[in-house]
């Protein structure tokens, strides 16, 4: 079988950036498509040698400027978004990145600016009395530079915030709800809004959110399955910033 092959270079976005990319890359944390400790290129070859996701069987195709097209192999939900795909360059038909890892995570897929974004989308607690929202607040974007296919992954800053009034309530409700008995969903929703404190700008909030990573991994079934997202959320949100 003819080998595929595929060259991707590590670029920071806030470096390489070209002036087509949108205005909100200004807030980017660019990452890597992938690690190289030792290359200064940091050149990586990805081979492969048989693509599940063919441009003809696609379920969409977006066509870049420079002639190159991605494909999209993945059924649509109800909401127009996608939570198993994965999406392949058509030039080689040869896999660009598997998202089908993570059946419970929904993403809007949008193309513009000669970038295709995907939007991971998250239950915010930043609608009218705190009710969650479920909006694009994990952005991962492919574009080209010099031909070179690049990705940025980045948390939106731009989300509405907590008053500071609604952070001292948050915390307020927090530490009189229980995690004991039948009380976990109001728990959950406390532990859910008080990550939305920290990204409010709370060091109350990020105080609490470290002793609560002791529970990680401490309840059962449901509980624990979205405890932990909140905690990991929270711990990948603080890393990005740390990071930049």
């Given at each position: ?6 060259i ?25 498509i ?15 040698t ?5 441009c ?19 059924e649509a939900?109800?909401?127009?978004s996608?939570s198993e ?62 031909n070179i ?43 859910n809004q ?24 401490t ?8 405890f ?6 929270y711990?990948?949100f ?7």
């Amino acid at each position: 079988m003819k080998q595929l092959t595929f060259i991707f270079i590590t670029l920071f976005v806030v470096v390489c950036q070209n002036n087509k990319q949108p205005k909100e890359q200004t807030e980017v944390f660019a990452q890597p498509i992938y690690d190289s400790a030792k290359s200064i290129a940091n050149l990586r070859i990805i081979e492969e040698t048989e693509s599940v996701c063919k441009c003809k069987n696609a379920n969409q195709t977006f066509d870049f400027k420079n002639g190159n097209k991605i494909a999209l192999c993945g059924e649509a939900n109800e909401e127009n978004s996608y939570s198993e795909f994965i999406i392949s360059v058509c030039k080689n038909d040869s896999i660009l990145e598997d998202w089908t890892n993570d059946a419970t995570v929904s993403s809007k897929i949008n193309f513009n600016n000669d970038t295709l974004a995907i939007e991971e989308l998250y239950g915010i607690p930043n609608g009218k009395n705190k009710e969650v929202q479920w909006l694009p607040f994990y952005i991962t974007k492919y574009y080209y530079v010099q031909n070179i296919m690049t990705k940025s992954s980045y948390y939106k800053k731009s989300l509405k915030k907590y008053s500071q009034k609604e952070i001292d309530e948050v915390l307020t409700n927090f530490y009189k709800t229980s995690d004991k008995g039948e009380n976990m969903d109001e728990y959950l929703k406390a532990v859910n809004q008080l990550f939305w404190a920290y990204y409010s700008g709370s060091q109350e909030a990020e105080k609490q959110l470290d002793k609560l990573k002791s529970k990680y991994q401490t309840y059962d079934g449901g509980v624990s399955e979205e405890f932990d997202t909140y905690i990991a959320t929270y711990e990948n949100f603080k890393k990005s910033n740390s990071d930049r």
